[in-house]
């Protein structure tokens, strides 16, 4: 049996992967395969920095350039190539270039693609912003002066529409649901966010659905609404959520979850097939710090610590151990930063400061007796508190009298 470790996908945690491989001494061949010609980058700067950058341009993303990844990781890097298949009978994975790579461990790091909008393909103009190509585009036309509409106020749309204000563009945001961010955040704390779109000059429109497109000389002109009205578009990003990369498993066995077809995985982030371990974007696991709560984390934080701990996991499979991080993301808007520890889900959100004057907020969420979230803006020195509590299982009573309540 070949002593191969292949990880598939050349994201953040396939990264942090092949580089816990050789740290904890792994000495076999290592393959990382990764669908873009890119090697690993840095994802939150293209919807950031990297699009406020303008023409003076930006800094590189990637993380490791080829010579370190080839020669002090000793990595065969399989970069523009897409996994089609996993056979684990044979212990082999196919490869869109028709080739195929052996292993006897594997962890998959394929991430998520955007959903996006129908029969907009071929259309100038409509992106959605997921890798660094997209940023590409979407910089250019900012370069450009184009009118933005952004179709979704999730985190991603909000920095897309943050960095277009920033240059003093026009920018709309459409949103279906009559406030922004209600199943991520709450609806308090929903309409924080949307403030700080509305205290920037962002054309906010939510409770509204997209219906179709205007288009001429093939380039997107309008966004068309159901309320009947038209908003002007030279360019148009769409952030509606994603879909996990998993149609290249079909057929091996791999448990797949029935609403979005992410893989099904243990704590130890274990797939069910020998030696074939899941991490980041693309996989459900229940997090025994939450009681077991089936989660699946789109976060920089959770794909850089489940890379590595997928890796040693599928390494020295007697000594898993399970993922048990409190997730952790952050998005900056404008010039504020929100951030989030723990879960949305709550029995209560208590609202602990609100400074109207400066858009400063901090509240936290409560699961029966227990602190399992916490959200603020612009405060973060306290969250990062409030995280050790989560990670600690502090009660609701401890958070409540650490916040002075």
Not at 156 to 173: Q, Y
Not at 210 to 239: E, F, H, I
Not at 330 to 355: C, K, L, M, N, T
């Amino acid at each position: 049996m070949s002593e191969r470790f292949v990880v598939v996908g050349g994201s953040l945690a396939g990264l942090r992967a092949v580089q816990a491989a050789r740290k904890v001494g792994f000495t076999g061949p290592l393959t990382l395969v990764g669908g873009e010609e890119h090697l690993p980058y840095d994802r939150p700067p293209l919807s950031k920095e990297y699009l406020r950058a303008g023409e003076e341009g930006a800094a590189d993303t990637t993380f490791r350039t080829e010579q370190e990844l080839r020669g002090e990781l000793d990595v065969e890097l399989r970069m523009g190539t897409w996994a089609t298949g996993l056979d684990p009978a044979a212990q082999v994975i196919g490869l869109s270039d028709g080739g195929e790579l052996d292993y006897s461990a594997v962890v998959i790091a394929t991430g998520a693609r955007p959903r996006t909008l129908p029969d907009t393909e071929d259309l100038a103009g409509v992106h959605t912003l997921r890798t660094l190509d997209d940023a590409i585009a979407i910089r250019a036309a900012m370069d450009a002066g184009a009118r933005t509409v952004v179709v979704g106020a999730g985190f991603i749309g909000s920095e897309v529409a943050s960095s277009a204000r920033k240059r003093g563009l026009p920018v709309t945001v459409l949103e279906a649901l009559p406030v922004p961010l209600v199943r991520s955040v709450g609806e308090q704390m929903g309409r924080a966010c949307a403030a700080l779109h509305l205290a920037h000059g962002t054309d906010l429109r939510c409770g509204v659905k997209v219906t179709g497109l205007t288009a001429g000389d093939g380039r997107v002109t309008g966004v068309c609404l159901d309320d009947g009205t038209t908003v002007p578009a030279d360019l148009v990003v769409v952030g509606t959520g994603v879909l996990p990369n998993t149609e290249w498993l079909a057929g091996s066995g791999i448990a797949l979850h029935e609403r979005d077809r992410g893989i099904l995985s243990d704590a130890t982030l274990a797939t069910g097939l020998p030696g074939v371990y899941a991490a980041g974007d693309v996989t459900h696991f229940p997090n025994p710090l939450f009681d077991g709560l089936l989660m699946r984390l789109e976060h920089w934080t959770n794909a850089a610590e489940q890379g590595m701990l997928a890796a040693r996991n599928a390494l020295n499979p007697g000594e898993a151990k399970p993922s048990t991080a409190v997730p952790y993301f952050w998005s900056d808007w404008y010039d504020s930063r929100i951030q989030f520890v723990g879960i949305p889900q709550a029995d209560e959100i208590r609202v602990i400061s609100e400074e109207l004057g400066e858009d400063k907020f901090l509240a936290l969420y409560r699961r029966g007796e227990r602190l399992t979230g916490c959200i603020s803006i612009d405060r973060p020195a306290q969250i990062m508190k409030f995280r050790r509590m989560i990670m600690q299982s502090k009660s609701w009573a401890e958070a409540l009298e650490f916040a002075g309540v």
